[in-house]
């Protein structure tokens, strides 16, 4: 089994089949991630403004039209990978894993981010926007916690190395719900795999097969569909 490209995954997920190569020519600029420019990959939109402005360092990753460009922002948060590629639990409400997904409506992208237990498999908490702050991610958590009647104390919450995982605010907000961050390695989807797994059923059952006028719609027609 081929291991995945450490770049391929965060390009494969925004662009699906219209992702470009890393290393080539690609829409108007020049991609060139190899060797490691930073700990996020992180979008800008179309023509140059930041979609997450005030999160941690890393490499700007543009949506078709744009050049991959560094931005500078906050220190990434540590967190230490206490999953290890064990997607199991014993019983719900021990371990959690959260992402986030891009669907393309016509007017535009919209973002998704999801709560899973590991247990039942079951998104326990989700939240989708026309942005990618880190608020986004916040809000699918406090569903979660909400719906656990923030009895959440030594929950695991598992998650890639993007920005708003790493950022000072998600660091609070672990803190003062007693939930414990775990975080899988740089660009490595298999540390994630169970989030991958249910976007990649979620765009193959649903967001393929569907055509999203406004961003409206997709959100309306994502809800629909987890619910």
């Not at 925004?14 to 829409?27: E, H, I, K, M, S």
């Not at 078709?64 to 064990?86: C, F, H, K, N, T």
């Not at 986030?100 to 007017?107: A, M």
């Not at 169970?194 to 309306?220: M, Q």
Request: aromatic share 8%.
């Amino acid at each position: 089994l081929q291991r995945p490209d450490p770049a391929r995954c965060r390009l494969a997920d925004a662009f699906g089949d219209r992702a470009p190569r890393v290393g080539t020519n690609a829409q108007a600029g020049e991609i060139d991630l190899a060797g490691e420019v930073g700990d996020q990959f992180r979008f800008v939109e179309p023509g140059g403004g930041q979609v997450d402005e005030d999160r941690d360092a890393g490499t700007a990753l543009s949506l078709p039209g744009d050049v991959i460009q560094l931005v500078d922002g906050e220190r990434p948060v540590p967190a230490p990978d206490l999953i290890g590629r064990d997607f199991t639990a014993t019983g719900p409400n021990q371990r959690w894993c959260g992402d986030i997904t891009y669907i393309k409506s016509w007017e535009g992208w919209v973002y998704l981010a999801t709560v899973i237990d590991l247990h039942s498999r079951r998104v326990v908490g989700w939240a989708v926007a026309d942005h990618m702050r880190t608020e986004l991610v916040l809000d699918a958590l406090a569903m979660a916690v909400a719906a656990r009647h923030g009895d959440v104390a030594g929950v695991i919450a598992h998650a890639d190395r993007g920005s708003q995982y790493t950022s000072n605010d998600m660091a609070v907000y672990l803190e003062r719900h007693g939930l414990r961050g775990s975080m899988g390695r740089t660009g490595v989807c298999w540390d994630n795999a169970l989030a991958e797994s249910f976007f990649a059923s979620l765009k193959n059952e649903f967001v393929y097969r569907t055509v999203f006028p406004t961003r409206r719609k997709a959100i309306d027609g994502i809800a629909h569909w987890i619910e």
